[in-house]
């Protein structure tokens, strides 16, 4: 009986594995990450910023490719938008995003533009490289007119699995590997987990802490050292990274328009400079920006410098970083003004 039982076990865990394997992506090549990508998912925000008065709720949606306000076919798409959470604005309704404000802004004499999110929480550019290999170009005639990449707050020199390279930075545990496989195989094993998740233990509604990323009172910022730059390893790895994007872009018939970025970590006043923590985050930014400025000059790409060019207010952003309804209109309303004449959907 014993054998038996031992056999039969064996026997199970053979099948098993076999349809984990034909189930997933480690069989099809084309099948989409969605365990990271969250395709088809929906989930109920509950968000305590005043910006919403008493109606909290904000559904947060991604269509069955990962992408977030897609109206048109992948063949169709006029604009597509990549960055990190400050592009996804999970925590914003869709039509307070910079994404679909800016699409409204170019059908407001009804011109039936489609701007499409594919943002992702944490991306830096190693992870909008990792968009272009491992999910774009597992979408049949995927070709967006345009790229719009909003870059700069995320960049850093090392792989993250925000980028999606889970356990670059650590050294895994046999657990931990069997845990991220299964996820990226995205197979039975993985479908099963999520449904019993769902069925038992997901709340419908997530509450959004109040201090999401940072705090924003004043008298969090503190004197910060102005002899500050960037190293010339991480100029090398931008543009690397910028080069790459831009590659890529060509590669789908995408023209790339690099959008620099800005946030309330840092500010200039009184030429001081002030920072929430000790690293001088004003003059960090404007290196990273000015990086990718000389590189639009250089291969002569559209570029719009926001971080040079917008001022953001306390009210524009809830945690000095991710923008509020206000912020991200201040955004799209600065990008469409650069980008009206110089777009052509014919």
């Known amino acids: 009986m014993k054998k038996i039982i031992f056999y039969n076990f064996i026997i199970f865990i053979i099948l098993y594995i076999t349809v984990e394997v034909l189930s997933g992506s480690l069989a099809f090549k084309k099948k989409l990450n969605c365990s990271y990508l969250m395709c088809n998912k929906t989930y109920n925000f509950v968000t305590p910023f005043d910006f919403y008065k008493n109606k909290k709720e904000v559904i947060y949606s991604r269509d069955k490719y990962g992408f977030r306000g897609r109206f ?31 699409e409204s802004k170019f059908n407001h004499n009804k011109n039936n533009i489609d701007v499409v999110n594919s943002g992702i929480d944490g991306q830096s550019t190693y992870g909008h490289i990792w968009n272009f290999e491992e999910w774009f170009a597992k979408l049949d005639n995927f070709k967006p007119k345009y790229s719009l990449f909003y870059i700069g707050v995320n960049e850093r020199l090392n792989l993250m699995h925000y980028d999606n390279h889970y356990g670059v930075e650590i050294k895994m545990n046999l657990f ?171």
């Open 176 to 346: 931990r590997k069997i845990k991220y496989l299964i996820k990226k195989n995205n197979g039975i094993t993985y479908k099963l987990i999520h449904l019993v998740y769902k069925k038992f233990f997901l709340n419908n509604k997530y509450i959004v802490n109040s201090g999401v990323s940072h705090v924003k009172r004043e008298s969090n910022y503190r004197l910060v050292n102005k002899d500050y730059t960037l190293s010339k390893e991480y100029e090398i790895y931008l543009n690397r990274n910028l080069k790459k994007i831009y590659e890529y872009s060509k590669k789908i018939g995408s023209e790339p328009i690099f959008i620099t970025q800005k946030t309330l970590l840092g500010k200039y006043e009184n030429q001081k400079y002030f920072s929430v923590d000790n690293v001088n985050n004003y003059l960090h930014e404007r290196y990273i920006a000015k990086i990718i400025i000389k590189f639009c000059l250089l291969y002569k790409v559209k570029c719009i410098d926001l971080n040079n060019n917008l001022d953001f207010l306390e009210e524009d952003m809830y945690d000095l970083v991710h923008t509020s309804p206000s912020g991200s209109e201040k955004i799209a309303e600065h990008i469409y003004f650069e980008l009206k004449n110089y777009l052509s959907f014919n």
């Open 72 to 102: 048109k076919d992948l063949d169709k798409i006029d604009i597509l938008t990549v960055g990190g959470s400050t592009t996804d604005e999970r925590f914003l309704k869709l039509g307070d995003t910079w994404s679909e404000k800016l």
